[in-house]
Nanobody, 125 residues
Framework: QVQLVESGGGLVQPGGSLRLSCAGS????????RAWFRQAPGKEREGVAC????????YYADSVKGRFTISRDNAKNTLYLQMNMLEPDDTAVYYC??????????????????WGQGTQVTVSS
């Protein structure tokens, strides 16, 4: 059974940085994608970034390109999201997810089977 536990959320001022972590375990051998999603109040869950576990390819939503970086530590089975130059519109609950398929073109929640409990990120002065 896949388990995902996020940490690292909090309150940060606009222009600041945060690093989210997601510790994982129990992955099936055919789980090839690890990703971050976010959901703001009253909005649908949206894809933020994804990384392929086969070759390390990455995908980013246009709204975070150049500001966020997804990475992973295989030895620790941990996924990270480094978030720089944070903006108030980045305020949301951030979820990590694991699934079988990676795409260079799209990141949709329906493509992922396992989810963490979420961590709140608030960007405000």
């Amino acid at each position: 059974q896949v388990q995902l536990v996020e940490s690292g959320g909090g309150l940060v001022q606009p222009g600041g940085s945060l690093r989210l972590s997601c510790a994982g375990s129990g992955f099936p051998l055919d789980y090839y994608a690890r990703a971050w999603f976010r959901q703001a109040p009253g909005k649908e869950r949206e894809g933020v970034a994804c990384i392929s576990t086969t070759d390390g390819s990455t995908y980013y939503a246009d709204s975070v390109k150049g500001r966020f970086t997804i990475s992973r530590d295989n030895a620790k089975n941990t996924l990270y999201l480094q978030m720089n130059m944070l903006e108030p519109d980045d305020t949301a609950v951030y979820y990590c997810a694991a699934g079988r398929y990676y795409s260079d073109y799209v990141l949709l929640p329906g493509g992922f089977d396992s989810w963490g409990q979420g961590t709140q990120v608030t960007v405000s002065s």
